[in-house]
């Protein structure tokens, strides 16, 4: 089983920065989640939103401005400090050659570019397992069309009837499902399809049991350490 670190440790650090990545990575997470926008002037954009204003109090969308300005806006989460939002190449860099699954989830449509831009930069690294998901089917086929050695997955948020019949429309390899509908026998029962199952965001302790105890593929979890701390007690 493994401990995906969703937007890296959320849950005490501010999301999708380089503090939570290594944080994660530090705590013991077997993979990383991330989230990518493509910004105005091409560049890959860690960073879930498409804007600012959550994280930020900002106006503008991250489509829309160049990194340039991007990296002068500060993150914050309650009292911690200020970080920015990083370039996917510095978690490429961070991570390469590190036994570590990589998620990386596609947020924005582009009808292509940004598709293309991230597999000619994932080319670039050396990566023991990465994984490209996106709620968007048609991101993933763009992907599957460019690279069809790398591993994609669908992504839902709710429950979806035989998703196996989506699979060779949307050429995925993977399911990324919703806990709330999800329960462990149909993920035995897509698993037996031949699609690994990984389940998000898992962070209370009860249904961190309750996953820990299935033959799903890995949990995605906001609560890095308590994860890391069951799944060896199990």
Not at 23 to 32: R, T, V
Request: proline share 2%; net charge negative; hydrophobic share 40%.
């Amino acid at each position: 089983m493994k401990i995906i670190a969703h937007r890296g440790y959320r849950a005490k650090y501010t999301e999708n920065t380089m503090t939570a990545f290594r944080k994660a990575i530090q705590s013991g997470a077997d993979g990383l989640e991330l989230d990518v926008h493509l910004s105005l002037d091409g560049e890959l954009v860690v960073f879930h939103d498409e804007d600012f204003r959550r994280l930020a109090g900002r106006e503008g969308l991250i489509k829309n401005m160049t990194y340039d300005e991007i990296k002068k806006i500060g993150l914050q989460r309650k009292l911690i400090r200020k970080e920015r939002a990083p370039l996917l190449q510095e978690v490429l860099e961070l991570v390469q050659d590190k036994e570590l699954l990589l998620n990386i989830e596609i947020k924005a449509v582009t009808e292509g570019m940004l598709e293309e831009r991230l597999v000619a930069l994932l080319s670039r690294y050396s990566l023991r397992h990465v994984v490209i998901s996106s709620f968007h089917p048609e991101c993933i086929v763009r992907v599957k069309e460019r690279a069809p050695e790398i591993e994609t997955a669908l992504l839902y948020s709710k429950y979806i009837d035989q998703p196996w019949l989506l699979q060779e429309r949307f050429l995925f390899d993977a399911i990324h499902t919703d806990t709330n509908y999800t329960s462990k026998a149909y993920a035995e029962l897509i698993q037996s399809y031949g699609l690994p199952v990984r389940i998000y965001t898992v962070n209370k302790e009860r249904d961190l049991s309750y996953w820990l105890d299935s033959a799903v593929d890995a949990v995605i979890t906001d609560e890095v350490e308590l994860a890391v701390k069951m799944n060896k007690e199990k």
